[in-house]
Structures are given as structure tokens and as C-alpha cells.
């Protein structure tokens, strides 16, 4: 909107944060102007808006910032004026299942799922007992035979799921159960199952699986650039600006006194940041602040 270019540089194989790859077939009803929007669906409409003044660098983690007079050099490649920074929790890596595989194992084995369709009418476990591994059994449940390996037999994730999985007669919840060994026999995984406090072992067939075991991630890196943490998150001012001149950071990320970490924020910290790089890059311009001006 005010002619500027970006870079958006994303350490994961695709942008979208959290509502992308942590619950994307979540219904979000605190979005304004939806009464709720499936959150694969926000984050294609966000991208959607971009235009082509942004460039997309994704499978890039960001860790080297250099301060120069009149900008920062990142990883030692880009030059731009400003940084924002919206890491939310931080680099996520997915906790993965430890066991060892060869590759054709892993291309079975997923952290992500982009298309439920990619696994219509297959056997698929998914490993895990939190939310997003509920989410996502109940959402390929709709679409294939589903087992949800979990290694207690109390999930950590919404009651009203675990009993929505149930009634349901193409799903059932393995517990409690360890995954042990992992193999390829006949195309299909074969993965033996310890149950939890006993010896025994049960071993399940899967076409594919997804462990859902939630991701590490942190912020922590972004001290190498100057920039001061308070806890694990970025401390900025009313403009969004760190402590570094030119660095701002929004989202999650960043806090100040009553931040709460929802999407609609965000939105609203990144108007405030790019306001403010606006008026710093170009003091003498009168800024126009609407999307139109009248
Ligand atoms: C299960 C769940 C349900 C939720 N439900 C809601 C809800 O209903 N409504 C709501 O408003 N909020 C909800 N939230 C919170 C919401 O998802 C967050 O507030 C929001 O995602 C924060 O956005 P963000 O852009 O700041 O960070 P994120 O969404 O965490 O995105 C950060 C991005 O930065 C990338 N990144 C990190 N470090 C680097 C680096 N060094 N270099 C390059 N890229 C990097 C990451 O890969 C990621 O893509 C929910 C969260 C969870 C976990």
C-alpha cells in the first residue's frame, strides 16, 4: 500500500505460522468480520493479498543480522532498510518420532499435512494425544480409516474431541501405546507398539502416519542482533520498535504490558510497525493512512 518492498523470509517449507501448520482445519470465530474462517482458508486469503512487491524466501532461517548506517545486511545477502520481526514462538522444528528410518520410511511419515485428500481411502496413524493430533483425526477422518496412537490413556486435548472420535466407527484410539520399531512390509508401515508398563507388543499397519507431537521453537537467536528479550519474547515499544533502531517485531513475538497472543493483534502491530518505518524512512512525505484517502 505504501509502495515499499519486502522480503518474507520463512525457516519452514511454507508461510502461514502457526494457524497453517499447527491447526489448519480449525474454524477461528475470533477474526473480525467472519463469524469463522477455517484457518487454512485465512491464511490463503493473506496471501492472496500480497502482491507481486513481496518476495517469498521460504526454507530460510533467518540467523545472521548485520547493522549498517543506513540498513541491515541479512544472512549476508539481503540489504533492506527495516526489519520486522514475527516469529512468533520462534523457528518451530516438529518433535520428531524417535525412531530410526530410512527414506523410504519418511516419505511415509509426516509433520504436516497440506491436503487431506493425499490420504482418501488409506490407513493413517496419527501419534500424538493434543489438540492438533485430534484436529487432525477428526478432519481425515471424513475422508480415511484412522487409528490415534497415544502413549497415555488420557488425551491432553478437548474432551468434546476425544468423544467425537469415538462415535465414530472408522477411528479408533490406541492407548497406551509407545511406538517401538518401524519397518516397510508390503508398501505399508508396520510399527510395533509398546503398551505402556507392560511388555507387550502389538504391531498396526499404515499406509502413512503423522506424529503430531508438537514442535521445539524459540526466539532465542535474535540476541545475537542486539535485540533485548524479556522472557522469550521481544520487548518493543507503542511504535513496535526493539531496542535496535530499524528492528521492529510484531505478533506473538513481540510483548509489552497486557499482550495477548491472538491473531487479530498482529494485524494491528504490523500497521502500527509499517507506519512507523514509513515515517522514519520518509519524514518529509504527509503519510496517507487509509487504504484510500478522500
Ligand atoms: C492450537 C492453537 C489454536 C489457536 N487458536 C487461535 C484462535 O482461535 N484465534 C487467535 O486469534 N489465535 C489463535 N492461536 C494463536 C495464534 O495462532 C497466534 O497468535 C498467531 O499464530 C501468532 O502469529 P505470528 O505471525 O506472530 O507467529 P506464528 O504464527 O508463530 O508464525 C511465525 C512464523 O515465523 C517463522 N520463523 C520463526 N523464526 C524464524 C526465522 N529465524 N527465520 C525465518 N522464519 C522464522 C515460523 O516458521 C512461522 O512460520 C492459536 C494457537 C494455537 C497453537
Sequence with gaps: ????????????????????????????????????????????????????????????????????????????????????????AGAFKPKELPLKMDQNISKKVHYFIKNPQDFANQTVGIFGGGDSALDLALELAKVANIKVIHRRDQFRGLESSVNQLKSLKNVELLTPYLPKTIEL???????????????????????????????????????????????????????????????????????????????ALGFGEAQIAITTIMRRLFPEKTLTIHSTSI
Design 1 to 88: 500500500m505504501h509502495g515499499l518492498k519486502t522480503i518474507l523470509f520463512d525457516s519452514l517449507s511454507e508461510v502461514g505460522g502457526q494457524p497453517q501448520l499447527l491447526y489448519p482445519f480449525k474454524q477461528i470465530t475470533d477474526i473480525p468480520t467472519y463469524d469463522s474462517i477455517k484457518a487454512s482458508e485465512l491464511i490463503n486469503k493473506l496471501k492472496h493479498n500480497l502482491t507481486n512487491e513481496t518476495k517469498i524466501i521460504t526454507n530460510h532461517k533467518v540467523e545472521q543480522v548485520e547493522k549498517k548506517s543506513d540498513g541491515f545486511i541479512i544472512d549476508n545477502d539481503f540489504f533492506t532498510r527495516s526489519i520486522i520481526i514475527a516469529t512468533g
Design 185 to 263: 512390509s508390503d508398501n505399508q508401515l508396520q510399527i510395533g507398539l509398546k503398551q505402556m508398563g507392560t511388555t507387550q507388543m502389538r504391531t498396526e499397519h499404515f499406509d502413512q502416519i503423522i506424529v503430531a507431537y508438537g514442535f521445539r521453537a524459540n526466539n532465542r537467536f535474535v540476541k545475537k542482533w542486539g535485540i533485548n528479550l524479556k522472557g522469550t519474547n521481544v520487548a518493543v515499544n507503542s511504535t513496535m520498535e526493539t531496542n535496535v533502531a530499524g528492528i521492529y517485531a510484531v505478533g506473538d513475538v513481540a510483548t509489552y504490558p497486557g499482550r495477548v497472543p491472538l491473531i
